[in-house]
Nanobody, 127 residues
Framework: QVQPVESGGGLVQAGGSLRLSCIVS????????MGWFRQGPRKEREFVAA????????YHADSVKGRFTISRENNKNTVYLQMNYLKPEDTAVYYC????????????????????WGQGTQVTVSS
């Protein structure tokens, strides 16, 4: 059983930075593509970023391009989300998900393709 656990959220002023981490239990982390989604107040869960199993391919939502960067360290079973130039509209609970290993990695922005989710970490950006 694999289980993602997110950390690194907090309160930050607009223009600041945070780095989120997601550690995945289990020995098969390196075979999974991973993704970050977020859900703001009174909003649906939305795609933020995704990364292939080996880190060769990364994708970012238009709203975060140039500000957020997804990366991973397979030897640490960890995926990261570096968030710079944060805006108040980035305020949300951020979730880490494991992309279903039997699916081709071409629906990375669809949360239904992810099979396991963490509990989320709150990011609050003040203006």
């Amino acid at each position: 059983q694999v289980q993602p656990v997110e950390s690194g959220g907090g309160l930050v002023q607009a223009g600041g930075s945070l780095r989120l981490s997601c550690i995945v239990s289990g020995r098969t982390f390196s075979i999974y593509a991973m993704g970050w989604f977020r859900q703001g107040p009174r909003k649906e869960r939305e795609f933020v970023a995704a990364i292939s199993w080996n880190g060769a391919d990364t994708y970012h939502a238009d709203s975060v391009k140039g500000r957020f960067t997804i990366s991973r360290e397979n030897n640490k079973n960890t995926v990261y989300l570096q968030m710079n130039y944060l805006k108040p509209e980035d305020t949300a609970v951020y979730y880490c998900g494991i992309y279903g290993p039997t699916y081709p990695f071409n629906q990375y922005s669809n949360y239904a393709m992810y099979e396991h989710w963490g509990q989320g970490t709150q990011v609050t950006v003040s203006s």
